[in-house]
């Protein structure tokens, strides 16, 4: 279990702390929502998080099956919905290496979208995860 402590510190603002290693992470509200917009946003954080922990996971397979994936690079998009207000969908992009031959491709993006993060979202909220060449 990992525990997580926050501050906040006004003007829509939060800092976190990660007990374990100690290292902060400061959250801003963003533009759209009273914020300055100069820091993520909770809602950031959960978009980063799907993409993040997707790699992680490909980043943890590939390594047990000798598969090199250092140059692997993602991004996430994330579309806000209203009534209530919430993340109404991500849309995210991971390249994986050019070496890679198709089984350990189509392997690594199954495993991938099998991550924590993935089986932790709500289901209302539509993720669109897309491997691109």
């Known amino acids: 279990m990992v525990k997580i402590e926050a501050k906040y510190v006004?003007?829509?603002?939060c800092v976190a702390t990660h007990t374990p290693s100690g290292k902060e992470l400061i959250t801003d509200a963003p533009l759209d929502n009273h914020g300055k917009g100069?820091?993520?946003?909770?809602t950031?954080?959960?978009?980063?998080?799907?993409?993040t922990c997707i790699m992680t996971i490909i980043g943890i397979r590939a390594e047990k099956k000798g598969i090199e994936v250092s140059n692997m690079y993602g991004?996430?998009?994330k579309t806000m919905h209203q009534n209530p207000r919430r993340v109404g969908k991500?849309?995210?992009?991971?390249k994986l290496p050019n070496n890679i031959d198709?089984?350990?491709?189509e392997w690594l993006m199954q495993e991938g979208c099998?991550?924590?993060?993935c089986h932790s979202v709500n289901q209302t909220m539509e993720v669109e995860?897309?491997?691109?060449?």
């Open 44 to 51: 950031d954080l959960l978009a980063t998080s799907m993409l």
């Open 102 to 105: 198709l089984k350990d491709r």
């Open 38 to 42: 100069e820091s993520f946003s909770p």
């Open 75 to 77: 991004s996430v998009e």
């Open 129 to 133: 995860i897309t491997f691109d060449d």
């Open 10 to 13: 006004g003007g829509f603002r």
């Open 114 to 117: 099998e991550c924590p993060v």
């Open 90 to 94: 991500l849309e995210i992009i991971i």
